[in-house]
């Protein structure tokens, strides 16, 4: 009888141990088993659950927030170098560069002496309708002292511009005026063109410089080159150096201006981005005009889709010094919270089927970045012959030229880095900031006389006469760099350059500094020089047998890899900036 009574209860007490063993041993688990979750079961889990595990039991408070945004671009650094995360207070900022316009009071402006000096007032912008002018020193903004060792030019920036239809109030000094001068500025849109400078730059041959690929600069370039037609150029120089990119559309929009209708610009393709081909649609306004692209080891991105397309195609001669080498296309991706990454989705190759990106290690951001230090030390600014290109990654032209990839466009005329004058003496002073400070003092107390030349010919005229080195020379021994005659001698024709350089754009702007840059500029010289020749149309190269054989191999490769699809092109906002 008694047994037959505890086998009865048996099966409730197995299910209370069950239970019990569950409860304790989970207990146990938690608090002594080194807190192996049971949801760490992929690599996105495992970060979620680390961050979980570092909120609830780290042993000192922890802003959460802080440390996701300090992890955000540390992870990207790990993909390659131009994955970047980009905080929510600077998205609007970095948008802005290319985006074409901004929203501020419209002044240009340099920090001289701990306070905002006002270089020019933008023309029809808010500053200059309510008054402000050149020379103005700001030092007050909405009434609280806005002066000191803590005022930055990314503080300037952040105070000076604002959503449009809001106010700021500045007060101002003036030189002329004893007492501040109050004005109040409603913000609105400054137009931000991408296009420095658009002249004739002899009789016959335009020239072009792009800082950017932006969302007007199409527009800009068709602009520019009505402007150059209507002079009656017969020639174009499209410049390049220090253009970091921007939009992949602008730069593909811009090639086909230059190319006949069906050939190739570029394609893109990566692992999960399919391959994408766009192709010149014959409505390009220049498809025939000679050509020809400056490129230096600053030109990156749509710079190099722009040289590479040229230079395939055979449809212009580059210019200069080897390019960046960046071949990997960005896309925008948005967060709620304002913030946002540039993912690298894909690469791009130019119409010969190279890419040009050089070789990088993931998490070496600062190497890759410093490349340009090894290539001046390897000899690459100043010799053709020290360029270390890949043969391995030779490819041709629709004519059969030789083109390289894995490292940027090497231009079909080197043009070397002149360093004739450069010494110790003006190292010291542009490094210091000097050459930049004298001449803005400069400007700021000649302004009258300066204001009487209309344009850079008859303001460098004048310099010539004002004895400027001399000048400037005392004004650096009175901040501490040593009067030494033999080197000043040895740069006095590059100190004379940066000099009147720097005050003609103070009183002239950006274009009439170009202008005046360019008459002594080797690579724009060595352009100029192949347009009067008829050269900027390349020519096949002469071949022996057996090259020529491999060489119509390679062609007829080319030719069928790159085969036309579609004629008519799609344009896609992906960013290669």
Not at 219 to 234: P, R, Y
Request: charged content about 25%.
């Amino acid at each position: 009888m008694g047994t037959k009574g505890s086998s009865r209860f048996t099966p409730v007490i197995i299910a209370i141990s069950v239970v019990a063993g569950i409860l304790i041993g989970t207990f146990y688990a938690k608090h002594y088993g080194g807190n192996r979750l049971g949801i760490i079961n992929g690599s996105s889990n495992k970060l979620n659950a680390l961050l979980h595990v570092i909120n609830e039991q780290y042993v000192d408070t922890v802003d959460m927030n802080e440390l996701v945004e300090n992890a955000m671009p540390q992870i990207l650094a790990e993909l390659d170098p131009h994955s970047t995360y980009i905080p929510a207070q600077k998205l609007v900022e970095v948008n802005s560069e290319l985006e074409g316009s901004f929203s501020g009071v419209g002044i240009q402006f340099t920090i001289q002496e701990d306070t905002i000096h006002v270089n020019s007032v933008v023309s029809g912008g808010p500053a200059e309708k309510v008054g402000l002018m050149a020379g103005d020193r700001i030092v007050k903004v909405n009434d609280s002292l806005f002066v000191g060792k803590g005022l930055t030019n990314e503080k300037a920036m952040h105070t000076l511009k604002g959503p449009k239809g809001s106010q700021v109030k500045l007060g101002v000094k003036r030189i002329t005026e004893k007492e501040l001068l109050d004005f109040v500025v409603t913000r609105g849109d400054i137009p931000q063109n991408t296009i420095d400078a658009a002249y004739m730059l002899s009789e016959d041959f335009g020239y072009i410089q792009i800082s950017k690929f932006g969302r007007t600069t199409h527009v800009e370039l068709l602009n520019a080159i009505a402007q150059l037609s209507h002079q009656n150029c017969k020639g174009m120089i499209i410049d390049l150096r220090e253009n970091t990119g921007g939009y992949m559309e602008a730069a593909i929009r811009m090639v086909n201006e230059f190319l006949p209708e069906g050939k190739l610009i570029v394609y893109t393709q990566g692992r999960k981005y399919p391959r994408m081909e766009e192709y010149a649609n014959g409505t390009g306004s220049c498809q025939n005009i000679p050509l020809v692209v400056l490129i230096d080891q600053g030109s990156a991105s749509a710079s190099e889709i722009f040289a590479g397309a040229i230079q395939d195609n055979d449809r212009g001669t580059i210019v200069g010094l080897r390019s960046f080498g960046k071949g990997l296309v960005q896309q925008p991706i948005d967060f709620s919270d304002g913030s946002a990454i540039r993912l690298t989705i894909a690469r791009y190759y130019t119409p010969s089927g190279r890419c040009i990106q050089r070789p990088y290690e993931s998490g070496n951001d600062s190497k890759y970045e410093m490349d340009w230090l090894d290539r001046y030390e390897h000899g690459e600014f100043f010799s053709a012959d020290s360029v270390r290109l890949d043969k391995n990654l030779r490819y041709s032209t629709s004519l059969g030229r030789p083109v390289y990839g894995g490292g940027g466009i090497m231009p079909d005329v080197f043009v070397p880095r002149d360093t004739t004058g450069v010494t110790s003496y003006l190292m010291e002073v542009s490094n210091k900031g000097l050459l930049i400070q004298f001449s803005f003092q400069y400007t700021d107390r000649n302004r009258a006389k300066l204001n009487e030349f209309s344009n850079e010919v008859e303001l460098q005229a004048y310099l010539e006469k004002q004895n400027i080195v001399e000048q400037f020379v005392r004004f650096a021994a009175q901040k501490g760099v040593k009067r030494r005659n033999l080197l000043i001698s040895k740069s006095r024709k590059l100190l004379e350059r940066n000099l009147y350089g720097n005050i003609i754009y103070n009183m002239q702007g950006k274009e009439a500094f170009i202008r005046y840059i360019n008459q002594d500029d080797a690579t724009v010289l060595k352009a100029l020089e192949i347009l009067e020749r008829g050269e900027a149309f390349p020519k096949a190269p002469e071949t022996t047998k057996g090259e020529e054989e491999n060489d119509n191999r390679e062609k007829r490769t080319a030719q069928v890899y790159n085969r036309i699809k579609d004629p008519a092109r799609s344009f896609h906002y992906a960013s290669v900036g």
